[in-house]
């Protein structure tokens, strides 16, 4: 059944489907829609996206030409044409095949109906034509969709704990070129769990300590010739910063009492961080999509669902976005999903690996410490 939503905060399948392909170079991405959803998209998406533009006229006579136009156009700067069907499209059920200017275009039907941001960026990638290279070095790096304020600089962060175990990178979903995507190696490391592309043989995840170190054990019985000890000796590193920043902040300060908004697999990272080294108490955690099961948090897509949340849970400390921080003025906060605002995200910041830990760590303990 359903669940109610009172004003949605969480992107729809389009962009996710929008975002996945986008980020591959080669690709020419069109939107067939109308012109809010491109703009919606496009305020999200940092690759470029290119739209149909669809008007009434064409909802009644059939949008075909007009994508043929379009197609036409992105034809000599393109490798592969990529149609990310919208909602009205989609419910007029036109055969797009034969108005993609005569290339065999990738179509992806993932209507902003058949679910949320990840569910589309998950139907992108299973239409996605990648075939194995059993030739191929290297592992994959997937989990990036580019909508995350933190992807690029978790795919560095993924890429320099590889290369700290001699492990080279194949395809990185989706921040590649479209030929590497198209032949990928057989293992594939994800970054972010909620966007596994299902490429691959997974080997783990970097969301964590405990993931690193797992997912690291698993690559050396893959890689018998890698040497993974450098990375386990950056974890105990890791942990030996965390263990002082935090002892040095409870020393000033009570253990705080945090909410959780944001991508399930990030808060659930952010919850056992601040548990285990800063004696959290969660009084609240809010997934923008579906946890899994295993999941502390509870789905939380809408605003009355995080206003709830929030004043059933008193938090004095707040993980999310600039919706939380409006909804309770005043709380300390810590910046880790869309939308921004107030301010810029420059620099490739990580919120997966070691380097992506003791970024949470050090914002939590500056946002939250009493003279410390």
Not at 44 to 68: A, H, K, M, S, W
Not at 73 to 87: A, D, Q, R, T, Y
């Amino acid at each position: 059944m359903a669940k109610p939503c009172t004003n949605p905060i969480w992107p729809c399948a389009m962009v996710g489907a929008a975002a996945a392909m986008a980020g591959l170079d080669g690709a020419g991405v069109i939107i067939h829609g109308a012109s809010g959803c491109y703009f919606y998209a496009d305020s999200v998406i940092p690759d470029p996206v290119n739209c149909t533009y669809l008007v009434e006229d064409e909802v009644i006579f059939g949008t075909g030409d007009r994508l043929q136009e379009v197609a036409e156009g992105l034809m000599p700067f393109s490798e592969k044409i990529v149609v990310i069907n919208s909602c009205v499209p989609a419910t007029i059920g036109e055969d797009l095949a034969p108005y993609c200017a005569g290339a065999d275009a990738l179509i992806i039907d993932a209507p902003g109906y058949c679910g949320d941001m990840m569910d589309g960026y998950r139907i992108a990638l299973k239409a996605f034509p990648a075939e194995i290279d059993s030739g191929r070095k290297g592992v994959n790096i997937d989990g990036l969709i580019s909508t995350d304020p933190f992807a690029v600089g978790n795919r560095m962060e993924a890429e320099r704990l590889l290369f700290s175990a001699g492990i080279p990178v194949a395809a990185k979903y989706c921040n590649d070129t479209l030929a590497s995507a198209l032949s990928p190696a057989k293992m594939t490391v994800t970054a972010l769990p909620d966007v596994a592309s299902g490429i691959g043989q997974s080997v783990g995840s970097l969301c964590g300590l405990d993931a690193i170190g797992a997912t690291f054990s698993s690559l050396q019985e893959v890689f018998p010739d890698a040497d993974c000890a450098p990375v386990m000796d950056i974890c105990e590193e890791t942990e030996e910063l965390v263990v002082k920043a935090c002892d040095r902040y409870l020393r000033v300060n009570d253990p705080p009492r945090v909410a959780l908004f944001g991508i399930a697999g990030y808060m659930d990272m952010a919850a056992n961080l601040l548990t285990t080294f800063m004696e959290a108490e969660i009084c609240g955690a809010g997934a923008r999509n579906r946890p899994s099961e295993d999941s502390g948090c509870t789905w939380a897509p809408d605003l009355g669902t995080v206003k709830q949340i929030i004043a059933a849970g008193e938090p004095d400390l707040i993980i999310g976005s600039r919706y939380e921080a409006t909804l309770a003025p005043g709380v300390p906060f810590v910046q880790t999903t869309i939308p921004i605002r107030k301010h810029s995200m420059l620099c490739h910041r990580p919120l997966i690996g070691t380097e992506g830990v003791l970024w949470l760590i050090e914002s939590v303990v500056n946002a939250g410490k009493n003279g410390c």
